[in-house]
């Protein structure tokens, strides 16, 4: 099973989206081990966009990503990465394909409601910023045989 973190941006919070974003996880069959509610500071998001702080966009970023809190979310299932990663859609909101949640949700390439993982490397490192080991939680997934065939497991 992989783990892969999904940020629900201020953009989403403001929007009262959460809980939509949160349903399209869930129905699709991922599980949410982790979860909580954070204002971030520039420190931490020079850090989480080191690819992009020297891009002329960068403080557009910054002061969108700090414009309320964030709803941080880590989802376990099989090829977690990039079946989340998918959910998304492009980066760019206009270009998302809808049924993705940007395609669904936005039409901006900056306000585009979520950040997800873009590999297994970069979800680690991604998940180990944001939550301590305490954060997450182990919990029964009953379901868990309905989700997936036996030979998935
Ligand atoms: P993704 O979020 O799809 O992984 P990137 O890592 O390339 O995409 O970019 C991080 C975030 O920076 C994007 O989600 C978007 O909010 C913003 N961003 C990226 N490129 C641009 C751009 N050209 N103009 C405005 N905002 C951008």
Same mark, same amino acid.
């Given at each position: ?6 940020? /629900?941006?201020?953009?989403? %919070?403001?929007? &009262? !989206? /959460? ?6 996880? @869930? ?5 949410? %081990? ?12 020079? @850090?989480?966009?080191?690819? !992009? ?27 977690? %990465? @990039? ?19 940007? &395609?669904?949700?936005? %039409? ?12 297994? @490397? ?24 309905? /989700? ?6």
């Amino acid at each position: 099973m992989e783990r892969t973190l999904l940020i /629900i941006k201020p953009c989403a %919070v403001q929007r &009262g !989206l /959460i809980g939509k974003i949160v349903t399209r996880l @869930e129905e699709r069959g991922l599980k949410l %081990v982790a979860m909580k509610m954070q204002q971030l500071g520039p420190e931490v998001l020079r @850090e989480h966009y080191a690819h !992009l702080v020297n891009k002329p966009f960068y403080p557009i970023i910054e002061e969108s990503m700090m414009a309320a809190p964030v709803i941080l979310t880590c989802w376990e299932g099989v090829d977690a %990465v @990039e079946v989340v990663r998918e959910m998304a859609g492009a980066t760019n909101g206009r270009k998302a394909v809808p049924g993705t949640l940007r &395609g669904d949700f936005c %039409v901006s390439h900056q306000e585009n409601i979520v950040h997800t993982s873009d590999s297994l @490397e970069t979800a680690q490192k991604e998940l180990a910023r944001f939550f301590a080991p305490e954060d997450y939680c182990d919990y029964p997934s009953p379901m868990l045989g309905f /989700i997936y065939a036996k030979d998935e497991l």
